[in-house]
């Protein structure tokens, strides 16, 4: 009996010892960049608070939407949701720890170029035009390739005048697939 009650001891020790390896394990800080950290213009945050901007304004929208060069459907919409109807700008954002050295970025007289070094990198070219440090347009070139699909984007933004999505999917065995979405804001 004795052996049993030393036993089932060693047992709780030894889970008791485990719970605490595993938690100590979990409690890392999170990695969060701040604004001094960013290496490239900060496409993401420039989208965050040019919608928030948006949602407050209650902007009426030209809507254009086209699938496949089929007839384009046009209709007048207010957009709500800005970060959403955006999204596809500030998921193009190239301020990550692990792609730091991953673009060149080259000063022309009214904007800056990023552009991809690495074939991997999703956001291959990446042009931001100021003026006066205000952001006039941004042109962002996307491209993704594997063995099932290859997918081309080009993302257009004139902050409070047109934004344009134009994608192309191309997908083995089913062809491809394109969109257009544009955006005239009134």
């Known amino acids: 009996m004795y052996w049993c009650k030393q036993l089932i001891r060693n047992y709780k020790l030894l889970c008791s010892a485990l719970l605490c390896i595993s938690a100590l394990a979990s409690c890392r800080p999170?990695?969060?960049?701040?604004?001094?950290?960013?290496?490239?213009?900060?496409?993401?945050?420039?989208?965050?608070?040019?919608?928030?901007?948006?949602?407050?304004?209650?902007?009426?929208?030209?809507?254009?939407?086209?699938?496949?060069?089929?007839?384009?459907?046009?209709?007048?919409?207010?957009?709500?949701?800005?970060?959403?109807?955006?999204?596809?700008?500030?998921?193009?954002?190239?301020?990550?720890?692990?792609?730091?050295?991953?673009?060149?970025?080259?000063?022309?007289?009214?904007?800056?170029?990023?552009?991809?070094?690495?074939?991997?990198?999703?956001?291959?070219?990446?042009?931001?035009?100021?003026?006066?440090?205000?952001?006039?347009?941004i042109h962002i070139e996307n491209f993704t390739k594997n063995l099932l699909y290859q997918t081309t984007e080009h993302l257009v933004y004139y902050p409070d005048s047109v934004y344009l999505i134009d994608k192309l999917q191309e997908v083995k065995l089913l062809g491809s697939n394109r969109y257009v979405v544009k955006g005239v804001m009134k």
């Open 30 to 137: 999170d990695v969060h960049e701040s604004a001094g950290d960013k290496r490239f213009f900060d496409l993401k945050g420039f989208i965050n608070a040019d919608s928030a901007r948006l949602n407050r304004a209650h902007i009426t929208v030209t809507k254009t939407v086209a699938h496949n060069n089929d007839v384009a459907q046009t209709k007048p919409v207010t957009i709500t949701n800005w970060g959403q109807e955006l999204s596809a700008f500030s998921a193009s954002d190239i301020n990550k720890p692990a792609w730091r050295d991953g673009y060149s970025v080259k000063q022309e007289a009214d904007s800056v170029v990023y552009t991809a070094l690495m074939p991997d990198l999703v956001t291959r070219r990446m042009v931001i035009q100021q003026n006066d440090k205000a952001v006039k347009k």
